[in-house]
C-alpha cells in the first residue's frame, strides 16, 4: 500500500538523542496515536422465495449445466472516523497531530438462501442449509482475524506517536491517506474471505449434495429442469 509521506514522526524534525520543545509538548500533552475498532455482526436471515434457476441466475459464476441450491450472500461496511488533538508550533511552521482513527468493520445481516423446490423440514433442505451455515461460519470467524491484521498494520504505521506536517495540512493529508490507502487496505483484507468461501464449495462438495437423501435432491429438481427447459 502506498502511504502519504508528508506526514511523518518526528524523527523528521530533530535528530534521535534530542527533542526539541515543540516535540516534547506535542509528545507529553495531546496523547498518543491510537485505533479503536468496533466489530458488528449484524445476523441473518434465511430466504426460501428463489427457485434454484433464480438463485444460479443470482449467483452468476456457475458452469453451464450446473445449478445453485443455495446461496449465501454477505455485504461487508467499512467506515474510519478520524479524530484526535492537534498542536501548531509557529516558530517552526510545523503543526502536530495524534490520530484517534475509529474503524467499523460490520455486516449487514446475512442473507442465506435455500432454493423453494427445497420444503423446510426435508432432508434436502436440511442438507443444503447444512452447507451454507458453513459459509455463515466462515463469514462469522473472518471478521475478528481481518481486524487482527488491521489492527497490526496501523499500529506499525502510526507507532502510537504523534504525526508532524506543515501548519495546516496535518487534517487534511491524514484524510487523504485514509481516504486513498488505507480504505483500500483495509476492504482488501475483507474480501480474502472468499477464498475461504470458494474453498467449501468443492465438486466433490457438490456431487455429495447431488446425491444426498436416497436422490431427494435430484427428483425435487428435475420437474423445474424440464419446465425450465420448455
Known amino acids: 500500500?502506498?502511504?502519504?509521506?508528508?506526514?511523518?514522526?518526528l524523527c523528521a524534525l530533530a535528530p534521535a538523542s534530542a527533542r526539541t520543545a515543540f516535540q516534547a509538548r506535542c509528545e507529553d500533552t495531546i496523547g498518543d496515536s491510537v485505533s479503536v475498532f468496533t466489530l458488528r455482526q449484524n445476523g441473518y436471515r434465511?430466504?426460501?422465495?428463489?427457485?434454484?434457476?433464480?438463485?444460479?441466475?443470482?449467483n452468476g459464476s456457475r458452469a453451464p449445466g450446473t445449478y445453485v441450491l443455495g446461496l449465501t450472500r454477505a455485504e461487508s461496511s467499512v467506515s474510519i472516523a478520524v479524530k484526535g488533538r492537534m498542536l501548531s508550533d509557529p516558530a517552526s511552521g510545523y503543526e502536530c497531530v495524534a490520530p484517534r482513527l475509529e474503524v467499523?468493520?460490520?455486516?449487514l445481516p446475512i442473507i442465506v438462501y435455500v432454493g423453494r423446490e427445497f420444503p423446510?423440514?426435508?432432508?434436502?433442505?436440511?442438507?443444503?442449509?447444512?452447507?451454507?451455515?458453513?459459509?455463515?461460519?466462515?463469514?462469522?470467524?473472518?471478521?475478528?482475524?481481518?481486524?487482527k491484521i488491521v489492527r497490526a498494520a496501523l499500529e506499525k504505521r502510526f507507532a502510537g506517536k504523534p504525526l508532524y506536517a506543515p501548519a495546516g495540512q496535518a487534517r487534511d493529508l491524514l484524510q487523504r491517506e485514509i481516504d486513498t490507502g488505507w480504505m483500500t487496505f483495509i476492504k482488501n483484507e475483507m474480501a480474502k474471505v472468499e477464498r475461504l468461501q470458494a474453498?467449501?464449495?468443492?465438486?466433490?462438495?457438490y456431487a455429495r449434495l447431488g446425491k444426498v437423501c436416497a436422490g431427494e435432491v435430484q427428483?425435487?429438481?428435475?420437474?423445474?429442469k424440464r419446465k425450465n427447459n420448455t
Open 199 to 205: 474453498a467449501i464449495d468443492t465438486p466433490q462438495e
Open 104 to 107: 467499523n468493520l460490520t455486516y
Open 219 to 224: 427428483s425435487l429438481i428435475r420437474p423445474a
Open 46 to 58: 434465511v430466504d426460501n422465495s428463489y427457485s434454484f434457476h433464480g438463485l444460479t441466475r443470482l
Open 120 to 147: 423446510p423440514g426435508t432432508c434436502s433442505y436440511k442438507e443444503i442449509l447444512a452447507h451454507e451455515m458453513r459459509h455463515l461460519q466462515a463469514y462469522t470467524d473472518f471478521l475478528p482475524q481481518a481486524e
Open 1 to 9: 500500500m502506498r502511504l502519504l509521506l508528508a506526514l511523518v514522526l
